[in-house]
């Protein structure tokens, strides 16, 4: 049966976005057909993945085929086209298929306004987000120069008092050892102050940097874990928020995206600007690694964790040996053991921190980073040695209380 029989027209064969007849055509989920190549760069061109007629949006990117009945009737559909031209049929456009079109065309010029409206909404809250941490930026500033004026005129006022003390030392013998006596004594009483001036200075570092965490998890994202990435050896919690090495391997397929054989697994989140942070607990652990990596990074044999190589990342070894992944690395000496590892990137300033949430005090810091593709998270929970290493990553909800 022709599609003519049907009751057809080259309405049901234009592609939405080029409005010409459908080449290549492709079926989206929602059932809306388009031409593959104008489909495939509308995505490519948007920040998310949606229909250009319903706006139904598509958590991941569709694995688009080419719809072979709908090819075969835009085939046909042609073929007929071509085959009233060759017999000069000239059918006129009648005045309600036009109107229809135009109706359509308002519609399509209405929606690119409504995209074009939200991008501009996008860029205005990006820059309001910039201009209030440039301005959390300059009061945290000024606190710490307040600060630290105010602790310099305390050490200043306690140095003149010590060398006043010092030249009444040389009055005279008895005098000397009364004033001593009385010197000790305020040498105590100094003493006291300066270690409640210690405890004032430390007191107010750990506000500052507790506000400093504060601002970094206003940042949170929610991270899970990919299975399709996983190690055969991995085992995943079923909300994908845990992960630790098995003596057992699964059987699972070796598609591209698994690593083998190095134990790794990747967040099935990714980012291509912005700013974002997450929370991994560690506690338990004697072996672990940490970080961002590109999404086009090996997974196949052996890999070299640097920079270089699009990782970004932070490992502990033997229990007590931090370091950071750097092209040469480096060694990391730590106060203190986290138990909870916090994971901040900006990627227009290319910088990826991590921290110790507990201490609220900063790991190590990769700078200078130069991004241009997407970014996910990298966990490496280590093999368990008989145990030893069994505990599991944990991806942790980040707590914004005050």
Known sequence: ?????????????????????????????????????????????????RCPVCNQVFSTKPQLKVNIMMREMVSQFRRESEKKHRSHLLVPLGEDLFEDKKVYLQQMIQKRREKLEEIRESVRFRKEAADRAKAEGVEMFTALMELVERGLKELMELMEEQQEAEEREAEGLIKELEEEISELMKRSSEMEAVAQLEDTLSDEMMKIKMLEMKRLQQFAVDVTLDPLTAHPYLVLSDDGKQVCHSDAKKKLPDNKE????????????????????????????????????????????????????????VALRDGNVYKAREDHPVILHLKCFPEKVGVFVDYEEGVVSFYDVDAAALIYSFTHCCFTHKLHPFFSPGLNHGGKNSAPLIICPVNQSE
């Open 258 to 313: 698994r690593f083998s054989p190095c134990v790794n697994v990747l967040g099935k989140q990714s980012f291509s600007s912005g700013r974002f942070y997450f929370e991994v607990q560690v506690k338990g652990k004697t072996k672990w690694d940490l970080g961002v990596v590109k999404e086009s990074i090996n997974r196949k044999g052996s890999i070299t964790a640097t920079p270089k190589n699009g990782l970004w990342t």
């Open 1 to 49: 049966m022709c599609c003519l029989s049907l009751g057809m027209s080259e309405d049901h064969f234009l592609c939405s976005i080029c409005l010409e007849v459908l080449t290549d055509p492709v079926t989206t989920s929602c059932g809306h057909n388009f031409c593959k190549t104008c489909i495939s760069t509308h995505w490519d061109t948007s920040t998310t993945s």
